[in-house]
């Protein structure tokens, strides 16, 4: 069964700090493209940063500077660390395994809530 399980999210105050996990089975982790994506009421769903199985690092600029994606292959779990949270990044964050050809090619979590408000 192939899922990925973020988790992580919460209330924090503007500043504050967060830490999200993203839990993938089912598939050969290390070899896939992993993404944090997030999505603001209203808002298209974004791309906040990507990395991939050669670890290149990519972020959206807004968050450059503040968050920071890792990953651990041999626990099959991506992390993001974000600091200095504001307000705007308020969104339900989203897990994204990808790969051009292996199967599945793409999978998504369910999203956890973070909520950056005083």
């Known amino acids: 069964q192939v899922s990925l399980v973020e988790s992580g999210g919460d209330l924090v105050q503007p500043g504050g700090s967060l830490k999200l996990s993203c839990v993938a089975s089912?598939?050969?982790?290390?070899?896939?493209?992993m993404s944090w994506y997030r999505q603001a009421p209203g808002k298209q769903r974004d791309l906040v940063a990507r990395?991939?199985?050669?670890?290149?690092?990519t972020y959206k600029d807004s968050v450059k500077g503040r968050f920071t994606i890792s990953r651990d292959n041999a626990k099959n779990t991506l992390y993001l660390e974000m600091n200095s949270l504001q307000p705007e990044d308020t969104a339900v964050y989203y897990c994204?395994?990808?790969?051009?050809?292996?199967?599945?090619?793409?999978?998504w979590g369910q999203g956890t809530q973070v909520t950056v408000s005083s």
């Open positions: 089912g598939i050969s982790f290390s070899r896939y493209i």
């Open positions: 994204s395994a990808n790969h051009p050809f292996l199967t599945p090619r793409s999978v």
């Open positions: 990395s991939t199985s050669g670890e290149t690092i």
